[in-house]
């Protein structure tokens, strides 16, 4: 009996320990397959970077971090599948998702099931305007990069005739009509507004209404694959008009599919973490495994820092103790130092320009 009890009570300590030292288990969610997978190679990359960089640290609270992947392929249904594993296996922090129409829907599985969302890339206001204590941005809103995009066309291409585009998506029609808003307030009128079907190859009868318009700045609000074949075919049938979009434009995908064609678009974005030589070491080691850590890459990274920053802060990795630091705390991250707002948006965001050229692309002076 004696014995039973002693093997029992062994087999209990062990037991413990192993709790002890179990993993905390995050997950990264974005496009992994499909059309938008660029990004979601971004995020995957970031958030593994992000986790083996703070794994030899130590861990957070003493414990490592296990990254699970999600692929959401930017679809809602399939974002809400991936929220819903993702809770089935213990996720306590979401480093993602990139698409807002994704983001949204997984969003309020997040918020019943108590898991910390950081989105990495979806910029419609919706997202934390839901009144969810969990759910957090690293990157800007469509109401902030649409009226950046307003003020740019106003002063650099006043008097021209501008087109709106849009995908129809959350994320496309969002910054569209925020751009729109924002450029009529301006005194700016646009000569068309008009939406198109994401994932088709021929725009050849939208580029033909643009030509008919003499259309000079044609503002996007899409992703890269289809402004890519939208500039291409525009140059094909000799149309000059300027391609300008926002963050979703800034994949080297972008420049594959435009070519030559998208030399001089610009595109709105947040400042290049890895212009920051403080970051040097985590660019080169991500370059070091044959990745250039471009577009979001480094935001996936600053997501998974703020959330170990404010778990270790709070010295708990449940949601209601890492809201409280992570709306009360600043951050240290590869993006600079910054704190979340009551929302959980930002508190100082800021949107720059940049122009395509010969494959790359820079600031815009």
């Not at 004696?2 to 993993?23: E, F, Y």
């Not at 998702?97 to 898991?115: F, M």
């Not at 939406?195 to 030509?211: F, H, N, Q, R």
Request: aromatic share 10%.
């Amino acid at each position: 009996m004696l014995k039973t009890t002693l093997c029992a009570g062994v087999a209990i300590l062990a037991l413990s320990a192993g709790i002890a030292k179990a993993d905390i288990v995050v997950g990264v969610a974005g496009p992994m397959t499909g059309p938008y997978a660029s990004f979601g190679e971004q995020a995957l990359k970031g958030a593994e970077q992000a986790v083996k960089d703070i794994n030899a640290k130590g861990g957070v609270l003493g414990q490592k971090l296990k990254l699970e992947v999600g692929d959401d392929a930017c679809d809602p249904k399939q974002a809400v599948a991936v929220a819903n594993q993702f809770a089935n296996k213990g996720v306590v922090f979401v480093d993602g998702h990139y698409c807002s129409g994704s983001s949204i829907p997984a969003s309020a599985v997040y918020n019943e099931e108590g898991i910390v969302q950081i989105s990495w890339g979806s910029t419609n206001p919706k997202l934390t305007e839901q009144g969810f204590a969990n759910v957090y941005r690293v990157c800007g809103r469509d109401d902030q990069q649409g009226p950046t995009a307003a003020e740019l066309i106003m002063k650099k291409y006043k008097g021209k005739n501008v087109a709106i585009l849009h995908d129809k998506t959350a994320y496309g029609k969002g910054l569209a009509d925020e751009m729109k808003k924002s450029f009529n307030a301006q005194g700016g009128k646009e000569v068309m507004y008009e939406s198109y079907t994401a994932g088709e190859k021929d725009y050849s009868a939208l580029v033909t209404k643009l030509k008919v318009e003499n259309i000079d700045v044609i503002f996007l609000g899409g992703y890269h694959a289809e402004g890519g074949l939208i500039i291409r075919q525009a140059r094909e049938q000799g149309l000059k008009a300027v391609l300008v979009g926002g963050d979703a434009l800034g994949t080297s995908e972008f420049a594959a599919i435009a070519g030559k064609a998208g030399d001089g678009t610009l595109f709105s974005f947040n400042p290049d973490p890895r212009k920051n030589p403080v970051n040097k070491p985590i660019v080169e080691a991500i370059r070091a495994g044959g990745y250039e850590p471009e577009g979001y890459t480094l935001y996936t990274y600053a997501a998974m820092q703020a959330w170990a920053e404010a778990a270790t802060a709070a010295k708990s990795t449940k949601t209601a103790d890492v809201n409280k630091k992570l709306h009360s705390m600043d951050f240290k991250t590869v993006l600079g130092t910054f704190g979340f707002d009551a929302k959980g948006d930002l508190k100082a965001p800021g949107f720059v320009f940049y122009e395509w050229k010969n494959g790359a692309f820079d600031y815009v002076k």
